[in-house]
C-alpha cells in the first residue's frame, strides 16, 4: 500500500494464520507491518532528502488485539515459573518492534485496541512500599519502654489480625483456573505459617531474658538511628523524629525471636530469606535481629561465657561491606553504651565490630619496626599520622557513632608504635562519647580480631579460604582454650593467660547478604567451603546438634531453595515477605502506581548506523547539559533544594572494565571540550536551547575494581555532597561494584551502556537511582542493534520493563561437581581436620596427625554427608554413589597425610615458624611442580575467586601483525 503523498513510502503488512487454537482463540492472526522507503537515491548533496526522519506507526482496531502467549510456566516442574505465571496473569505483550521498539497503549479495563512505534521507548518501574499496618505501635523507643509481654502483645498483635485478614480476603480473591488456585492456594498457605511464626515470636516474649534483649535492641537501634541522622548535620539526636520500623522489618523480627531464643526448635535450620526490593529497608531488618541476638547471648551465658563471635555478616563485594560497617558500627557503640550503663547485666568485656576482610581494604597484620611491610596497621597508621591526607589505616574515614572525620590523632599504636598489639580507634571530637579512654568498639585488623572476638563481625566469603592456613580462625568459631584482660586465646597460642572452663559458644547467627551474588564459580567454592564452617559452628545441646540460624537477603533471586540447599545444607527456606496471588501487594508490601509516588523512569536508545561510542557520546552531552540548564533555571547553587540536583551527577554503567576505559577517553576528552559550549546547540529559528554551557571535572570519578578501597570510600561520601558543595561529582563511571552496596539517596540519572548480561544486574544496577521519595530516577539504556540480545531487549522494551523481575536468571551453585572437588577438597579437609581438633591447631602441629589420625574420623563423616545432602534432586543411588565418592577423597587425603607427616622430622601447614617443610601450597606456587605427585594433592586456594590462572592473549593477523584491541 503505497503512503499518500509520501513519494515512494509503501507499507507492506504479512498475514499469517496461527494454527495453535490451544494458546489463542479460532481464527486469530499474526500480523507483522513494515514501512519501506522505496524513493530513488539523491545526490550527495541532497541525500537526506531521500530518507524518511522519525516516522511513526500507529495500529488502531475496534476489537481488543489478542496478546502472544507466554509459554513460560505453562506446564514445567518449576516452582518459581509457576509463581510468576500466576502473578504476571494480567501482564501481556500484545505487540514487538522490527528494528524499532513497540509500544501497546492498554485500555483503563483490561484489553488493548491500539499498538505504536517508539524511536526512544520509555518504560516506567512503578516502586515497591513498605505497607502500614493500623493500630500497630512502630516506634521502636515506644516498644522498648513497654513494662510487661502482654503489653508488648496488645502493640503489636493487630499485625497478625491484619495479616490474617488480608489472608482471608485473598482467598476469596484467587483466580479460577485449576492449576494457578493450587499456587495461589499454597501462596497463602505460607502466608499463614508466617502469620502464625509472628504470633509464635510475640507468645515468646513472656521468657523474662527474651523480653529484656528485645527491649534493649529496639532502644539500641532507634539510639543508632537518631545518631547518624545527625551526621554531616548541624542537629542534635534529640531534635530527629522518634524511630520507627517499617511493619515487614518489625515482623521478621518478630519471627525470628524463637529460632534464636530456643535453639532446639526447629525455625533453628529454617533459612529465612528476606526478600525485598532494593532500598526497601532489609539492613535495618537484620541489624534489630543481630541487636536481639547479641543482647541475649550476654543474658543468657553472663560473665566471660558470653564473649565470642555471635552474629558473623557475609558480604562478596567490598563496597557492600563498606556500606554496612558504618551502619552496623553505630548499633554496635549503641549497644556499647547500653552495656556500660548496666555491667552487672550485660556483662564486662565490651560489644565490639570486626572487619574481616583481604589486605586490600584492611591491614591483615599490625607489623613491627623494621619488617618493611607497608601493608602492615603500623606502616598504614603511621602514614596516616604524618599526612592524614592519606588514606585512613582503616575503611572508615567518619567517627560512626557522630560523624566526625578522623585525623591523625584518632588512631593509636599500643602499647608502643614499634611492636603493636593494637590499634586504638577514637573520635576527634570532645563531644563525642567515644574518645579518650573510649575508644570506639571497631576492630580492622586480623591479629587482633582473632584474638578480641567481636560480638559481631563483617566479613566477605572469600576470607574464609585462610581457615586452613590460619590456625588463629578457629578462635571465631569459639574454639578457644585460655584468656586474660587483652582477649582469648586458641591452642596456637598455648600457656598464655589463664584457662577457661570450656570453649566459647560458637556463632548463634549468620547473615548472607545479596545471596543471589553467591552464585557461579564463586558460589561453587563458597559452598564446599561452608561444608568446614558449618561444622565448626555446630554445637551439641541435649544430644541435638545445634548449627546457627542462617538469615539471607537479596532483592532478584530465582530457585533460591535449590542455592541454599547447595550452599548451606539446609532444606527448608522461607521466604519473606510470602508473596501473594497478586505480585502487587503481599500485605507487607505493595506496588503503587506513577501517579502516587514517582516511579523509576527507563529509555531506551539504539541508533542504526551509528557506533555505540557515539551514542554514549551524545547522551552524556545531552544529558550534561540539559541538566545544567534546569540547574540554572532553578536558582542554581543559591538553592539549597534546587530539584534538578539529583540529575547533576551522571552514573555511567558499563558491563566491563574494557568498555568503562575507551568511555573514559571519550568522557576526559570530548565530553569535557564540546560541554563548554554545547549552549550553542539550537533548533533551527530557535534563540535559546535546551542546553546550558558547563565545565565538568577533567577526570570523570570511577567505582571499579582497579580503584583502591579508600578511593572507593572517597567517591562514595563524595556522591552523598549536593551540587551546591565544593566536593561535587559530574561524573562517575561504574562497573558491577555498584550493583550492591551503593546506598546514596540523591542519586537520579544513570546511563548504562549495553544491556547487562544478566536482568538481575540490569535490576540491581539500575536500582541505584531513583530511591529520594520526592524525585523519580531515569535510566537511559543505551543498546547495540547489532547485538541480538540488545536488539531484543530494545524491541520489546516496555514489555520486558512490566515483567523484568520475571526475567531474573536462576543461579548455579555446584559445590561438589568434580571440578570443585579437585580445588577445594583438600582445604576443607585440613581446615576441619586443624580448626575441629585443639591437638591439631598450632602450626607446627601438622606432623601430630600421626598421633590423632584415629581422633579425625568425624573429618570424613562431616565432608561426606554434606555432599549427600546438598542436592535434593539428585536420587538415593546418586546421592550414596556420591557420599562414598567424597568420603574415599577424604579418607585417602588423611591417610596421605600420614604418609608425609612419616616421613617428615617436622611439618608445619605454611610457613610460618622455622624451617619445618609446608603441608599446603597454593595452586599457583612455582615450588609445588618440584614436589612429589602425593603431595601436590595439598593444594587450597588463597581467595575463593582464583578460579583458573590469569592468560594473556595476542591477537595477530595473517601478516603477523599484531591486531590493537580496538579492532576485536
Not at 550534561?624 to 539549597?640: H, I, M, S
Amino acid at each position: 500500500m503505497d503512503v499518500p503523498n509520501s513519494d515512494g513510502l509503501q507499507l507492506v503488512v504479512s498475514v499469517r494464520s496461527v494454527t495453535s487454537e490451544e494458546l489463542v482463540p479460532a481464527g486469530t492472526r499474526s500480523v507483522s507491518v513494515f514501512l519501506v522507503n522505496h524513493r530513488r537515491p539523491s545526490p550527495d548533496q541532497k541525500r537526506d532528502a531521500a530518507y524518511a526522519f522519525q516516522t511513526n506507526l500507529i495500529i488502531q482496531t475496534a476489537d481488543s488485539f489478542v496478546p502472544r502467549p507466554n509459554l513460560r510456566g505453562r506446564d514445567g516442574d518449576d516452582w518459581d515459573e509457576k509463581v510468576a505465571d500466576l502473578q504476571y496473569r494480567d501482564d501481556y505483550e500484545y505487540a514487538v518492534g522490527h528494528n524499532v521498539s513497540a509500544i501497546a497503549v492498554a485500555n483503563p479495563n483490561g484489553g488493548c485496541q491500539e499498538v505504536r512505534t517508539a524511536w526512544i521507548p520509555t518504560a516506567d518501574v512503578e516502586k515497591v512500599i513498605a505497607t502500614q499496618v493500623k493500630n500497630v505501635e512502630v516506634g521502636m523507643e515506644a516498644l522498648a519502654a513497654a513494662p510487661t509481654a502482654e503489653t508488648l502483645r496488645n502493640l503489636l498483635s493487630p499485625m497478625v489480625s491484619a495479616y490474617s485478614q488480608w489472608i482471608d480476603e485473598q482467598r476469596v480473591k484467587c483466580p479460577t483456573g485449576q492449576k494457578r488456585l493450587g499456587v495461589a492456594k499454597d501462596l497463602l498457605d505460607r502466608a499463614g505459617i508466617a502469620k502464625d511464626r509472628i504470633a509464635a515470636g510475640l507468645k515468646v516474649l513472656d521468657d523474662p531474658q527474651v523480653l529484656d534483649a528485645f527491649r534493649i535492641a529496639n532502644r539500641a537501634i532507634a539510639l543508632a538511628i537518631r545518631q547518624r541522622a545527625t551526621h554531616k548535620k548541624n542537629i542534635t539526636p534529640e531534635s530527629v523524629a522518634p524511630p520507627t520500623w517499617r511493619p515487614f522489618q518489625l515482623a521478621f523480627l518478630l519471627m525470628n525471636l524463637v529460632g534464636i531464643a530456643n535453639p532446639e526448635h526447629s525455625d533453628r535450620e529454617l533459612v529465612d530469606l528476606l526478600f525485598f526490593p532494593t532500598g526497601g529497608g532489609k539492613t535495618e531488618a537484620y541489624l534489630g535481629l543481630a541487636a536481639f541476638t547479641l543482647v541475649l547471648r550476654r543474658l543468657r551465658h553472663p560473665g566471660i561465657d558470653s564473649a565470642g563471635l555471635s552474629v558473623l555478616m557475609r558480604y562478596t563485594l567490598r563496597l557492600l561491606t563498606l556500606d554496612q560497617l558504618g551502619r552496623a558500627a553505630t548499633m554496635i557503640c549503641a549497644l556499647e553504651l547500653e552495656r556500660e550503663q548496666d555491667v552487672e547485666k550485660l556483662g564486662k568485656w565490651p560489644f565490639e565490630i570486626g572487619l574481616w576482610v583481604g589486605q586490600a581494604a584492611t591491614p591483615n597484620r599490625m607489623g613491627k619496626k623494621g619488617d618493611n611491610d607497608e601493608n602492615s596497621a603500623r606502616s598504614r597508621t603511621i602514614a596516616f599520622q604524618n599526612n592524614d591526607r592519606k588514606p585512613s589505616p582503616i575503611p572508615l574515614e567518619n567517627c560512626p557513632w557522630c560523624g566526625t572525620k578522623f585525623n591523625r590523632n584518632s588512631f593509636q599504636l599500643l602499647p608502643n608504635p614499634d611492636q603493636p598489639i593494637d590499634l586504638r580507634i577514637s573520635c576527634a571530637n570532645r563531644r563525642c562519647h567515644f574518645r579518650g579512654d573510649r575508644p570506639l568498639p571497631v576492630l580492622a585488623v586480623d591479629e587482633p580480631i582473632y584474638r578480641r572476638l567481636p560480638c559481631f563481625m563483617i566479613a566477605t566469603v572469600d576470607k574464609f579460604a585462610s581457615l586452613p592456613w590460619v590456625g588463629e580462625t578457629g578462635a571465631l568459631f569459639g574454639r578457644v582454650e585460655r584468656h586474660d584482660k587483652d582477649g582469648f586465646y586458641s591452642p596456637v597460642y598455648p600457656g598464655r593467660g589463664k584457662a577457661l572452663d570450656a570453649d566459647l559458644p560458637p556463632p548463634d547467627l549468620i547473615i548472607q547478604d545479596e545471596l543471589h551474588l553467591i552464585s557461579g564459580p564463586l558460589g561453587t567454592m563458597v559452598g564446599l567451603y561452608e561444608t568446614a564452617i558449618d561444622a565448626l559452628c555446630s554445637r551439641e545441646i541435649n544430644g541435638q546438634k545445634i548449627r546457627p540460624k542462617i538469615v539471607a537477603s537479596t532483592a532478584t533471586v530465582r530457585r533460591a531453595t535449590k542455592q541454599i540447599q547447595a550452599l548451606f545444607g539446609r532444606n527448608e527456606v522461607d521466604v519473606f515477605p510470602p508473596p501473594g496471588p497478586d505480585r502487587r501487594d503481599s500485605f507487607f508490601a505493595k506496588t503503587v502506581p506513577a501517579q502516587e509516588k514517582n516511579a523509576r523512569t527507563y529509555v531506551g536508545i539504539a541508533a542504526q548506523g551509528r557506533s555505540l561510542k557515539v551514542v554514549l557520546l551524545r547522551t552524556y552531552l545531552a544529558l550534561l547539559g540539559v541538566a545544567q540548564k534546569e540547574w540554572l533555571v532553578a536558582g542554581g547553587d543559591k538553592n539549597p533544594d534546587n530539584p534538578a540536583d539529583p540529575y547533576m551527577t551522571l552514573l555511567g554503567y558499563f558491563n566491563s572494565l574494557r568498555e568503562l576505559g575507551g568511555s573514559r577517553r571519550i568522557v576526559e576528552d570530548e565530553v569535557n571540550s564540546r560541554l563548554i559550549g554545547y549552549s550553542k546547540r539550537k533548533r533551527v529559528g530557535k534563540s535559546s536551547g535546551l542546553f546550558a554551557d558547563r565545565k565538568i571535572d577533567d577526570e570523570p570519578e570511577e567505582l571499579t575494581s582497579r580503584v583502591s578501597t579508600s578511593e572507593v570510600a572517597d567517591t562514595k561520601s563524595r556522591l552523598e555532597a549536593t551540587f551546591d558543595q565544593k566536593e561535587r561529582v559530574d561524573v562517575v563511571l561504574a562497573t558491577n561494584m555498584i550493583s550492591v552496596g551503593l546506598d546514596i539517596t540523591r542519586l537520579g540519572l544513570m546511563v548504562v551502556l549495553g544491556q547487562p548480561k544478566t536482568a538481575a544486574e540490569y535490576i540491581q544496577a539500575t536500582s541505584r537511582v531513583g530511591r529520594d521519595e520526592e524525585r523519580p530516577g531515569l535510566v537511559v539504556t543505551l543498546l547495540n542493534v547489532h547485538r541480538p540480545r540488545d536488539r531484543s531487549h530494545y524491541e520489546r522494551f516496555f514489555a520486558w520493563h512490566a515483567t523484568f523481575y520475571r526475567a531474573v536468571e536462576a543461579t548455579s551453585v555446584t559445590p561438589f561437581s568434580p571440578r570443585a572437588i579437585d580445588r577445594g577438597i583438600a582445604a576443607i579437609t585440613v581446615a576441619l581436620a586443624r580448626l575441629g581438633h585443639s591437638g591439631m591447631t598450632a602450626p607446627l602441629r601438622a606432623i601430630d596427625i600421626l598421633q590423632h589420625r584415629n581422633e579425625l574420623n568425624f573429618v570424613i563423616d562431616a565432608i561426606a554427608l554434606r555432599a549427600e545432602m546438598h542436592d535434593k534432586e539428585l536420587d538415593a543411588g546418586d546421592a550414596e554413589a556420591l557420599r562414598q565418592k567424597v568420603r574415599g577423597r577424604v579418607q585417602d587425603l588423611l591417610d596421605l597425610w600420614v604418609r608425609i607427616a612419616g616421613e617428615k622430622i617436622n611439618l608445619q601447614y605454611q610457613r610460618e615458624v622455622g624451617e619445618a617443610p609446608p603441608l599446603l601450597f597454593d595452586p599457583l606456587d612455582p615450588e609445588l611442580e618440584k614436589k612429589p605427585l602425593e603431595e601436590r594433592k595439598f593444594k587450597a586456594q588463597r581467595s575463593l575467586r582464583d578460579v583458573e590462572p590469569t592468560v594473556n592473549l595476542w591477537v595477530r593477523n595473517p601478516d603477523g601483525f599484531e591486531v590493537e584491541e580496538e579492532e576485536l
